[in-house]
């Protein structure tokens, strides 16, 4: 199976809402589940649709990052918890597309989102993101007992993987390990999202010569392999 390293791909932010230049990233950082980070909580901690940037001082791929806070929702056709591993089709989201089949909260609708190619415009438009950590939700408020999660996600820019031992820089791993791909990823190329073969989401090269693809998500330095 193929797949690329998220060091070497650069999102595009496609998310509502404008990125908050001067915010200083959550207390504990984007991908801790200790208190103050927002993740895996029920109620949120921050704005829903909240977008921060920051930057990334690695050697690896230095530059800035955008996170986006959003809620989780397991899909009804994909009903599995979010696993921020890069390596299997658990952590990659889109906007789920039916709230009427998931989630009584429509004042949310833009910031809900799912694994699950057959509810989320994973086919049909561009927003994407990627868990900075594991998340879990049920299919609507009360399903068995658990509620959707919130949590932060990688939605533009560099990977914010940091692994820089530079004083005042923050170690976030759970994004910089090997994404799944369709084998099909081009180095200098933009690349799109694409169906895992198992209704999750994965990343793929982009096809310029399918008109009604949707848009690309962002861009990869390296062939995948």
């Known amino acids: 199976m193929a797949g690329i390293n998220g060091n070497d791909i650069v999102l595009i932010d496609a998310w509502p809402g404008p990125v908050n230049m001067n915010m200083s990233i959550p207390t504990n950082g984007f991908d801790s589940s200790r208190e103050g980070s927002g993740n895996c909580v029920t109620e949120p901690l921050f704005h829903p649709g909240q977008k921060i940037a920051a930057y990334n001082d690695t050697t690896t791929n230095p530059g800035y990052y955008i996170c986006i806070y959003l809620r989780f929702v397991e899909g009804s056709d994909y009903a599995y918890d979010l696993n921020a591993d890069p390596s299997n089709a658990k952590g990659l989201v889109c906007h789920l597309q039916d709230m009427s089949q998931h989630d009584p909260d429509v004042w949310l609708a833009w910031f809900n989102v799912s694994t699950d190619v057959t509810n989320t415009c994973g086919t049909l438009c561009t927003p994407v993101a990627m868990a900075m950590r594991d998340l879990s939700g ?78 690309p998500v962002g861009y990869s330095i390296v062939t995948d392999a």
């Open 138 to 215: 049920g299919t609507d408020s009360t399903a068995g007992g658990r509620s959707p999660e919130w949590g932060w996600f990688w939605c533009g820019g560099v990977c914010p993987c940091n692994t820089s031992n530079a004083a005042g820089t923050t170690d976030y791993t759970r994004t910089g390990g090997t994404f799944t791909t369709d084998g099909s990823v081009i180095a200098n190329c933009q690349v799109g999202v694409v169906g895992s073969g198992s209704n999750g989401l994965r990343i793929g090269g982009y096809d310029f010569s399918l008109p009604l693809l949707p848009g």
